[in-house]
């Protein structure tokens, strides 16, 4: 029987590090769906619709890698797509406590879905969206953190947030 993982989260946007993690686990996995989330008590910089072009374009040339997006109940997806693994990554202990919450609560929910635990490359540990919105705020260089296509689209995004304050 082929395995099924599903790799979810915001990836607003994906990064380097998101990408090394899509990379491995598809070594390891049949078939890895990145399922973006669509959480209504975040506000993102980009649209669901955006951060699933940015995924598809970055994967492009990737085999047994699908796109999708989904609101909701984790869980509720993951049995949709007849999926047993849940794929996290983890950076630093600070990861730890949350994931390890979250890993609980879906096992309680499905005691059949597995959450496999990826650890990031070391080169990566300090990478999150959420740095890569900041440098890329400020004008910085985001050349080595995202692929170009996310590169250009943080040049877009933060451009137009510029010209509309003109
Ligand atoms: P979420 O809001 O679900 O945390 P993210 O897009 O921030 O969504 O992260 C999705 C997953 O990718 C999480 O498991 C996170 O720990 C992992 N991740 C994020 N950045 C990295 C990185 N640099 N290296 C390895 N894993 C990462």
Redesign the pocket.
């Known amino acids: 029987m082929s395995t099924v993982a599903v790799?979810?989260?915001?990836?607003?946007p994906v990064?380097n590090?998101?990408l090394?993690?899509i990379e491995r686990s598809a070594k390891v996995f049949d078939h890895v769906v990145v399922a973006v989330?669509h959480?209504r008590n975040k506000t993102p910089l980009f649209s669901v619709e955006e951060r699933v072009q940015m995924l598809k374009e970055a994967t492009k040339d990737m085999a047994n890698i699908e796109i999708d997006a989904f609101h909701g109940l984790l869980i509720d997806y993951i049995r949709s797509r007849e999926a047993g693994v849940i794929v996290?990554?983890?950076?630093a202990v600070s990861?730890f406590e949350y994931?390890m919450q979250a890993a609980s609560i879906n096992r309680k929910l499905d005691t059949n879905v597995e959450t496999f635990f990826?650890m990031?490359?070391n080169q990566?540990?300090y990478?999150?969206?959420s740095i890569v919105k900041e440098v890329a705020k400020y004008n910085a260089d985001v050349t080595d953190l995202v692929p170009q296509s996310v590169k250009a689209a943080l040049q877009r995004k933060y451009g137009e947030a510029v010209d509309q304050k003109d």
């Open positions: 790799y979810p989260g915001s990836f607003d990064t590090g998101h090394d993690i989330l959480n996290r990554g983890l950076r990861d994931e990826m990031t490359n990566y540990s990478l999150s969206s």
